[in-house]
């Protein structure tokens, strides 16, 4: 019979983590260590990915940090470098740096557009580049990108955004079926709303922070772990015939139609 643990272990795995200084990036590196990985924890702070590095270190994992700008083509090559120095081969690949500026398309200014394209549609492409090479060569891997749920339902002042993230969607799809036959499998993860520092003035508006969990059918927002396991599904051989797909964690927020409007509870019968 299968050893289905087995196939969640990640022992004797390396991985690079892409936006580990905080959120899904910080969550998914704790999450791959905690099943067994080495991970290389990386981020533009880089005393951020140290303090990711370091907490994972003290809890009995295996670590180390660096810095790199997901926005630069450069430094994400210089990453790959680094982390095949260490590594000599990388198994996983994880990035998840995002970006948005939340605007009306009119008010929308080319320095605006400039940026979340260059991190959230140029970066991943950059990525993808450099680790996809790396795990052609070695003819395994799994790459895994940050979408959002964003890619399919939106709202005023989301639409660049949105649109960077179905993007990501169709890159992943796309490189999937580029790399495919080397053994190298790409997908995303796409959240709702997910608790995390860059979330955090949400809680200063509680009836926006209700307004959105309302979107979800457990009426609240997720932890970034919830999000990170889902990483960690994608990175694990038990993924193994998962390639070119998106998943969805997102409370239900694609399978219903916005918050309720009256109904609180069904009647169960006696």
Same mark, same amino acid.
């Given at each position: 019979?299968?050893? &289905?643990?087995?196939?969640?272990?990640?022992?004797?795995?390396?991985?690079?983590?892409? /936006?580990?200084?905080?959120?899904?990036?910080?969550?998914?590196?704790?999450?791959?260590?905690?099943?067994?990985?080495?991970?290389?924890?990386?981020?533009?702070?880089?005393?951020? !990915? *140290?303090?990711? =590095?370091?907490?994972?270190?003290? %809890?009995?994992?295996? !670590? +180390?940090?660096?810095?790199?700008?997901?926005?630069?083509? %450069?430094?994400?090559?210089?990453?790959?470098? #680094?982390?095949?120095?260490?590594?000599? =081969?990388?198994?996983?690949?994880?990035?998840?740096? /995002?970006?948005?500026? $939340?605007?009306?398309?009119?008010?929308?200014? *080319?320095?605006?557009?400039?940026?979340?394209?260059?991190?959230?549609?140029?970066?991943?492409?950059?990525?993808?580049? %450099?680790?996809?090479? !790396?795990?052609?060569?070695?003819?395994?891997?799994?790459?895994?990108?940050?979408?959002?749920?964003?890619?399919?339902?939106?709202?005023?002042?989301?639409?660049? &955004? /949105?649109?960077?993230?179905?993007?990501?969607?169709?890159?992943?799809?796309?490189?999937?079926?580029?790399?495919?036959?080397?053994?190298? $499998?790409?997908? =995303?993860?796409?959240?709702?709303?997910?608790?995390? @520092?860059?979330?955090?003035?949400?809680?200063?508006?509680?009836?926006?922070?209700?307004? &959105? #969990?309302?979107?979800?059918?457990?009426?609240?927002? +997720?932890? =970034?772990? *919830?999000? @990170?396991?889902?990483?960690?599904?994608?990175?694990?051989?038990?993924?193994?015939?998962?390639?070119?797909?998106?998943?969805?964690?997102?409370?239900?927020?694609?399978?219903?139609?916005?918050?309720?409007?009256?109904?609180?509870?069904?009647? $169960?019968?006696?």
């Amino acid at each position: 019979m299968t050893d &289905y643990r087995k196939l969640f272990d990640l022992s004797g795995k390396t991985a690079v983590v892409l /936006g580990a200084a905080s959120g899904i990036g910080k969550a998914s590196a704790e999450a791959l260590a905690g099943l067994g990985a080495r991970v290389l924890c990386a981020d533009r702070s880089r005393d951020g !990915a *140290e303090t990711t =590095a370091a907490a994972i270190r003290a %809890a009995g994992g295996d !670590a +180390s940090s660096a810095a790199c700008d997901a926005a630069d083509r %450069a430094s994400v090559m210089a990453l790959k470098d #680094a982390a095949l120095a260490q590594f000599a =081969a990388v198994d996983i690949a994880v990035t998840t740096p /995002g970006l948005n500026i $939340r605007k009306t398309l009119l008010d929308y200014t *080319e320095d605006d557009l400039d940026r979340v394209l260059n991190l959230n549609v140029k970066g991943t492409v950059y990525f993808f580049q %450099a680790f996809g090479a !790396a795990m052609t060569a070695q003819r395994r891997g799994s790459l895994i990108a940050c979408s959002s749920v964003r890619a399919v339902t939106i709202e005023p002042g989301l639409a660049v &955004y /949105g649109a960077s993230k179905a993007a990501i969607g169709l890159l992943v799809k796309g490189f999937a079926s580029e790399v495919g036959p080397f053994g190298v $499998r790409v997908n =995303a993860v796409a959240p709702s709303i997910v608790e995390t @520092a860059l979330t955090a003035p949400f809680q200063q508006r509680p009836d926006i922070h209700k307004l &959105y #969990a309302a979107h979800t059918v457990f009426n609240r927002w +997720s932890d =970034a772990g *919830e999000v @990170a396991t889902a990483v960690a599904y994608l990175a694990s051989d038990a993924a193994s015939y998962v390639s070119g797909s998106t998943l969805f964690v997102d409370g239900g927020w694609t399978g219903v139609d916005g918050p309720p409007t009256g109904l609180t509870a069904l009647a $169960r019968p006696a």
